[in-house]
Nanobody
Framework: QVQPVESGGGLVHAGGSLRLSCAVSGTILRGSAWGWHRQAPGKQRELVAAINRGGDTKYSDSVKGRFTISRDYAKNTVYLQMNNLNTEDTAVYYC??????????WGQGTQVTVSS
């Protein structure tokens, strides 16, 4: 299986925004639910947002109302728009197939650092 390729991370001040992108194979994107996960230092990786084949979305309580997951079939890309970031959002962000758990190969992730 082909690894997803995440991008768009960076350093941002608290209250700022970032949009993450995840490039995947076209066939795999259409056939699966996709999620964004994050792993902060010393913590387990957690699912923060997911979108299924029908377009339904879900979010963890910690990001609900601030993050938005979307996908673009024409660009074979899954996005995560992150607004009103805070220091607790600092983590490496990954995308993967799956509605609950990541079930495909993991990519390298993209680092998001939020300064106070």
């Amino acid at each position: 299986q082909v690894q997803p390729v995440e991008s768009g991370g960076g350093l941002v001040h608290a209250g700022g925004s970032l949009r993450l992108s995840c490039a995947v194979s076209g066939t795999i994107l259409r056939g699966s639910a996709w999620g964004w996960h994050r792993q902060a230092p010393g913590k387990q990786r957690e699912l923060v947002a997911a979108i299924n084949r029908g377009g339904d979305t879900k979010y963890s309580d910690s990001v609900k109302g601030r993050f938005t997951i979307s996908r673009d079939y024409a660009k074979n890309t899954v996005y995560l728009q992150m607004n009103n970031l805070n220091t607790e959002d600092t983590a490496v962000y990954y995308c993967n197939k799956g509605w609950i758990y990541g079930v495909g190969p993991w990519g390298q992730g993209t680092q998001v650092t939020v300064s106070s």
